[in-house]
T-cell receptor, first 114, second 109 residues
Framework: DAGVTQSPTHLIKTRGQQVTLRCSPK?????VSWYQQALGQGPQFIFQ???????QRGNFPDRFSGHQFPNYSSELNVNALLLGDSALYLC?????????????FGPGTRLTVT | QKEVEQNSGPLSVPEGAIASLNCTYS??????FFWYRQYSGKSPELIMS????GDKEDGRFTAQLNKASQYVSLLIRDSQPSDSATYLC?????????FGTGTRLTIIP
């Protein structure tokens, strides 16, 4: 049973550039959430996708956008990168149907902005 | 007031003892509560979920929930060096998961 996968593992970008991160959910899961985790902090909710639509959004600027594909995989795009965007970006998947709200995380993408 | 608060630690516990991790939350509408374990440089791993008042046991782990006091805790019995990690408390409100900053736990052999 494949878990949540993310790519790439690490990424180094320059201020002002744009980046795309990718996520494939756990088998049987149709909902994908994205989080940003700065060093020494808990993950911060960016947004959640279900049925190719953004269902919920946290307190992140419009520079952060996403997409979900028919196969439930998802992308996170960040435009006009700032130094403060350096963080671990986590994708989590969950089954929307049923009574389980458990979210399972992928290994993350470490983004460094220089 | 932060939505989810945890003592950042570090918390040091001798091997074989009980480790007790605590978390308080501010939103009374919270319905689902989770504990994640995060090793250094890795992503969070779900170890417990609890939805009703009382205790829930899974192996060496026990989660306790008191909605009246807005308090959730995690007990780790017979602590092992492999339990050394950061433990994140997460609370779901309106299907949005909010995390605390985590408690760093060190098990001393």
């Amino acid at each position: 049973d494949a878990g949540v996968t993310q790519s790439p593992t690490h990424l180094i970008k320059t201020r002002g550039q744009q980046v795309t991160l990718r996520c494939s959910p756990k088998s049987g899961h149709d909902t994908v959430s994205w989080y940003q985790q700065a060093l020494g902090q808990g993950p911060q909710f960016i947004f959640q996708y279900y049925e190719e639509e953004e269902r919920q959004r946290g307190n992140f600027p419009d520079r952060f956008s996403g997409h979900q594909f028919p196969n439930y995989s998802s992308e996170l795009n960040v435009n006009a990168l700032l130094l403060g965007d350096s963080a671990l970006y986590l994708c989590a998947s969950s089954p929307l149907t049923g009574n389980s709200y458990e979210q399972y995380f992928g290994p993350g993408t470490r983004l460094t902005v220089t | 007031q932060k939505e989810v608060e945890q003592n950042s630690g570090p918390l040091s516990v001798p091997e074989g003892a009980i480790a007790s991790l605590n978390c308080t939350y501010s939103d009374r509408g919270s319905q689902s509560f989770f504990w994640y374990r995060q090793y250094s440089g890795k992503s969070p791993e779900l170890i417990m979920s609890i939805y009703s008042n009382g205790d829930k046991e899974d192996g060496r782990f026990t989660a306790q929930l008191n909605k009246a006091s807005q308090y959730v805790s995690l007990l780790i019995r017979d602590s092992q060096p492999s339990d050394s990690a950061t433990y994140l408390c997460a609370v779901m409100v309106y299907e949005k998961l909010t995390f605390g900053t985590g408690t760093r736990l060190t098990i001393i052999p």
